[in-house]
């Protein structure tokens, strides 16, 4: 491969292999396909590790060397001019929802990895290294909290607790890296990171409504996931007198109403009930014990703070009106985000030089990037997707903005590459 300087002019406006990208992005969406066009690769489950280990190889197969940390986090390093130096790193995640989309996670992945390509393909020596990164179970469908493998890269979470996470069948994280060839000998986190850029699908409706290309995500919103536990008495449906009842179903009912209201009624905020486990779930037994979880979110932290007051004073006096126990705990509590400004920056001087519509943004949804936030510079690049529509088979994005988005990741990271 011969070596250009990488100040070469013509070398600046390198255009990634849209088309290639798109076949990946195809081809990756086999492992784990679902009956309605999406993808299904629950972390750690072995359709995970099929995931994985094509990233690997096509990552081997662009001359990256590959390492996996203890939370089973893979970073795929491409060298630098000087290899002392701290990476650049690109990255997001391959695990998706239960009825996931193609594009949610494995878009930022695969187009770090198109961004790799087209530095080989020209040759082009970045002065720092370049790393692509996939973190274990951003979604938090199979094991909470979500984002758990960047969260213990970042100091969020000890990696005792991350290991520990266990799904509905009591099977750890650890358990499940070990039982699937990803349990990693590197110590999570603690080296210096010159920048991380996250491409991923807006999962919203704004970019698309506006007929914008790019976003310039600024910062995200924050998050709060609660586990509640509603406790009655199992009793019979047809003998027990409606006013002698501990109907833990009616109350969590009620619950997930006020919840629901407490969304609605709160300017930019986002409330949601996605979990429900009844006992005993027998339609002629008055269920005892129902279980659900509360996802809640709003761009301010204060706001944020008393829709959590807000929303346990409701409970409990559901609760405590009809007689029922109460359990509400904390799952995950993650602050409002700022990116680093320079990165946003670097996104929308990309975005600007390559012609493409842009707006900022602040984003709706959680990512990798808001904990890599705290090691490392960070910003975003969103692009539309159809009808705003994620966390759902039939989400879709076209592959011009698919394109288009791993064009800016091409130039932020030769950019922040360059010492
Ligand atoms: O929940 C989220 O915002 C992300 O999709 N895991
Ligand atoms: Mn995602
Ligand atoms: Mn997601």
């Known amino acids: 491969m011969t070596v250009v300087k990488q100040k070469d002019q013509h070398m600046r406006n390198l255009s990634v292999d849209g088309a290639r990208l798109w076949d990946c992005l195809m081809e990756m969406a086999k492992i784990g396909a679902t009956p309605k066009g999406g993808s299904r690769r629950l972390a750690l489950s072995n359709l995970d590790r099929e995931g994985r280990d094509l990233f690997v190889r096509w990552c081997r197969e662009a001359g990256c060397a590959i390492r996996v940390d203890r939370m089973g986090n893979i970073f795929a390093r491409r060298p630098g001019r000087d290899d002392g130096l701290p990476p650049v790193m690109m990255g997001s995640h391959l695990d998706t929802q239960p009825s996931g989309g193609r594009f949610d996670g494995v878009y930022g992945v695969l187009a770090g990895l198109e961004v790799v390509r087209t530095l080989n393909d020209h040759g082009y020596e970045t002065d720092a290294p370049v790393e692509l990164s996939v973190w274990t179970n951003e979604e938090g469908a199979r094991f909470a909290p979500s984002m758990i493998g960047s969260g213990v890269f970042a100091g969020a ?63 995200a919103q924050g998050l709060r996931w609660y586990d509640v536990t509603v406790g009655g008495t199992d009793s019979h449906a047809g003998t027990t007198p409606m006013d002698r009842r501990r109907d833990a179903m009616a109350g969590a009912a009620g619950m997930v109403v006020a919840v629901e209201r407490i969304g609605r009624e709160t300017p930019a905020a986002v409330t949601t009930v996605g979990m429900m486990r009844v006992a005993p779930n027998s339609r002629n037994v008055i269920p005892g014990e129902v279980f659900f979880t509360i996802d809640a979110r709003h761009p301010d932290a204060a706001a944020l703070e008393t829709m959590d007051t807000t929303i346990r004073d409701v409970c409990a006096d559901i609760a405590g009106q009809a007689g029922l126990a109460l359990k509400i705990s904390d799952v995950t509590d993650t602050a409002p985000v700022v990116f680093d400004a320079e990165c946003v920056a670097a996104v929308r001087r990309a975005a600007e030089q390559a012609g493409y519509a842009h707006r900022d943004i602040v984003s709706g949804a959680g990512h990798d990037a808001c904990f890599i936030n705290r090691v490392a510079p960070t910003a975003m690049i969103f692009v539309p997707c159809k009808d705003g529509v994620s966390h759902n088979e039939t989400e879709s994005a076209t592959p011009e903005d698919l394109t288009a988005g791993c064009n800016v990741l091409l130039r932020v990271v030769m950019d922040a590459a360059e010492v």
């Open 157 to 219: 979470y000890p990696l005792e607790k991350g290991l520990a996470c266990s799904d509905t069948d009591g099977r750890t994280v650890g358990g499940e890296l070990q039982r699937i060839g990803y349990a990693g000998d590197e110590e999570c986190g603690g080296r210096p990171i010159r920048a991380f850029f996250e491409a991923h699908i807006e999962q919203g409706p704004i970019l698309e409504a506006e007929d914008k290309t790019i976003g310039v995500v600024t910062g």
